[in-house]
């Protein structure tokens, strides 16, 4: 079976402030993909970042950055200099290689104050 | 470029009324499609998916149902609604198993 935990269910921060948000899975296949969304108050989803199983490169994209460790299955998100536009639902979520169903997390609500 | 429909963007319906939701995606062939049911303040929950016409995944056993009646068209039905059934649902597709999916602009349900 497989899941995916974000154990912080809300975090505020003061703008110009880094925040990171925690995705920890769990999985038995060796080939996974991870994502990350990003639900903003109209509600629709906004794909951010796919990573598969075989690159634990770090990526970073504008603000944005993404830390892949396989050693302990996470798969953090940092919003770095966060600014008021980055308030939203952040999800990660998981596919296995065997399998056609996107499992998301729980998702973990950021307010950026000004 | 590829797109995705799905209406209504709200409903508000009685308990024990029908219930049709309808997506489309243009600019795209043979897509997976899934359908997703967001409760107030919870995470996504997974219902259906279809990787073709025709075939229909159901995650979780409830009243609610689906249909792929064309290449590019998956409808969300229930013959009764319940109070339950109220959320945000959110259509959405995927080129092939692995790439990204790209989602609908949701449908927010009241059954009341």
């Known amino acids: 079976a497989q899941k995916v935990t974000q154990a912080q269910t809300e975090i505020s921060v003061v703008e110009k402030e880094d925040v990171t948000l925690d995705c920890v899975y769990e999985?038995?296949?060796?080939?996974?993909?991870l994502f990350w969304y990003k639900q903003p108050p109209s509600g629709e989803l906004v794909f951010l970042i796919r990573?598969?199983?075989?690159?634990?490169q770090n990526e970073i994209s504008g603000r944005y950055s993404w830390n892949f460790q396989k050693s302990t299955s996470s798969f953090n998100f940092t919003i770095t200099a966060s600014q008021v536009v980055d308030s939203a639902v952040y999800f990660c979520?998981?596919?296995?290689?065997?399998?056609?169903?996107?499992?998301f997390g729980a998702g973990t609500t950021v307010t950026v104050r000004a | 470029s590829q797109t995705i429909h799905q209406w209504p963007a709200t409903l508000v319906q009685p308990v024990g009324s029908p219930l049709s939701l309808e997506c489309t995606v243009e600019?795209?062939?043979?897509?997976?499609l899934y359908w997703y049911r967001q409760a107030a303040g919870r995470g996504l929950q997974l219902l259906f998916y279809?990787?073709?016409?025709?075939?229909i995944s159901s995650e979780v056993p409830q009243n609610l149902s689906a249909s792929r009646p064309q290449d590019r068209q998956f409808i969300l039905s229930s013959k009764k609604l319940l109070l339950s059934d109220s959320g945000f649902y959110l259509c959405?597709?995927?080129?092939?198993?692995?790439?990204?999916?790209?989602f609908g602009q949701g449908t927010r349900l009241t059954v009341v």
């Open positions: 600019g795209t062939s043979n897509p997976n």
């Open positions: 959405a597709w995927r080129e092939r198993q692995y790439t990204e999916a790209f």
């Open positions: 990573r598969n199983s075989f690159d634990e």
């Open positions: 979520a998981l596919q296995q290689s065997n399998d056609y169903k996107l499992s």
């Open positions: 999985t038995r296949d060796t080939t996974y993909y």
């Open positions: 279809s990787v073709g016409i025709g075939q």
